[in-house]
């Protein structure tokens, strides 16, 4: 069974850090990411690695560059996000999603596989 799983979310002033971290269990895939929504919004992609034979790819969205780090550790089939210097219009749902091909979409559906989500939230 495929699954994903996240964890490390919270509540947190604005200023300060968390890292999320997203399991993936039954298989490996090639790309990982991470979307979020907020309320009454849609979801929005984060962030984005992509894993070769012999590089990884990165990829943030312009909103959370310089302040967010996406990063896989190969031996626990595990990503993470490290998120500082955190603001309120960072609360929302994160979720962990992953795809068996080189994925360069920022569509949600072009995501194959998704967590349960995750909730940040940030106060002011």
């Known amino acids: 069974q495929v699954q994903l799983v996240e964890s490390g979310g919270g509540l947190v002033q604005a200023g300060g850090s968390l890292r999320l971290s997203c399991v993936a269990s039954?298989?490996?895939?090639?790309?990982y990411a991470w979307f979020r929504q907020a309320p009454g919004k849609e979801r929005e992609f984060v962030a984005r690695i992509i894993r070769s034979r012999s590089s990884v790819s990165l990829k943030y969205s312009d909103f959370v560059k310089g302040r967010f780090t996406i990063s896989f550790d190969n031996g626990k089939n595990t990503m993470y996000l490290q998120m500082n210097t955190l603001k309120p219009e960072d609360t929302a749902v994160y979720y962990c999603?992953?795809?068996?091909?080189?994925?360069?979409?920022?569509?949600?559906?072009?995501?194959?596989?998704w967590g349960q989500g995750t909730q940040v939230t940030v106060s002011s």
């Open positions: 999603v992953a795809d068996g091909d080189s994925t360069t979409s920022f569509s949600p559906q072009s995501y194959g596989y």
């Open positions: 039954g298989r490996t895939f090639t790309t």
